[in-house]
Nanobody, 117 residues
Framework: QVQLVESGGGLVQDGGSLRLSCAVS????????IGWFRQAPGKEREFVAR????????YYAASVKGRFTITRDNAKNTVYLQMNSLKREDTAVYYC??????????WGRGTEVTVSS
């Protein structure tokens, strides 16, 4: 059973940076995607970025492309989300999840990011 645990959230000023971590435990297949999602207060959860475990290929939401970078460290079984040039609208709870057979699951509990002006 795959479990995901997020960390690294916090309070940062507008224009600042944060790096989130998603520690992955359990059996990981090269075809899995690990993704980051976020949910802002009063809004639905939205996709942010994903990486394929084996190939390292990535995909980003338009709203974060060029500012956020998703990477993985296979040795540490960890996926990172480097967030630069943060904006107030990036304030949200960030979750990581695993995609297998086309379905996102194994959701973590989330880590909160607050961007202040």
């Amino acid at each position: 059973q795959v479990q995901l645990v997020e960390s690294g959230g916090g309070l940062v000023q507008d224009g600042g940076s944060l790096r989130l971590s998603c520690a992955v435990s359990g059996r990981i297949y090269s075809t899995y995607d690990i993704g980051w999602f976020r949910q802002a207060p009063g809004k639905e959860r939205e996709f942010v970025a994903r990486i394929t475990w084996g190939s390292g290929s990535t995909y980003y939401a338009a709203s974060v492309k060029g500012r956020f970078t998703i990477t993985r460290d296979n040795a540490k079984n960890t996926v990172y989300l480097q967030m630069n040039s943060l904006k107030r609208e990036d304030t949200a709870v960030y979750y990581c999840a695993r995609k297998s057979a086309g379905i996102w699951g194994s959701w973590g509990r989330g880590t909160e990011v607050t961007v202040s002006s």
